[in-house]
């Protein structure tokens, strides 16, 4: 009698349970400059989303490990093209005269990665499930 049966409800983004520090060892950008084939033109490079960082960090994995698999699709909201790590270009699936050169760069620190991705997987988080 006279118990206070409060509970605490935390919020966990479920980004931490998916999240495998390992696995990020890579940034992937795509030449977001209006014609990347133009030599005129200076190259402007852009990072793929949160989601698909994390995806094409596993699929790069498995290119690695097995180069006759080199063609991934992307995640949303860039699912209506491929990645050809082969060529190393981002290819729409329909249309394949609508691709741009990606680049890869080896992460130095994956911990630095890590940080960043989950800052802003708790941003996106927070935002989404803020009291009205």
Do not use: A, C
């Amino acid at each position: 009698m006279g118990n206070n049966n409060s509970q605490q409800i935390h919020l966990t983004p479920p980004i931490q349970k998916e999240l495998n520090p390992i696995e990020l060892k890579y940034t992937f950008y795509w030449q977001s400059n209006s014609d990347p084939y133009d030599s005129n033109q200076f190259k402007t490079w852009e990072k793929f989303d949160t989601s698909n960082q994390n995806h094409l960090n596993e699929k790069y994995g498995l290119y690695i490990k097995d180069t006759k698999n080199f063609i991934f699709p992307l995640l949303h909201p860039s699912e209506n093209y491929n990645v050809d790590f082969k060529q190393m270009k981002q290819i729409h699936r329909i249309d394949t005269f609508r691709n741009r050169p990606i680049k890869v760069e080896k992460l130095q620190q994956t911990t630095e990665i890590n940080k960043n991705y989950l800052e802003e997987e708790y941003q996106f988080f927070w935002k989404k499930n803020k009291d009205p």
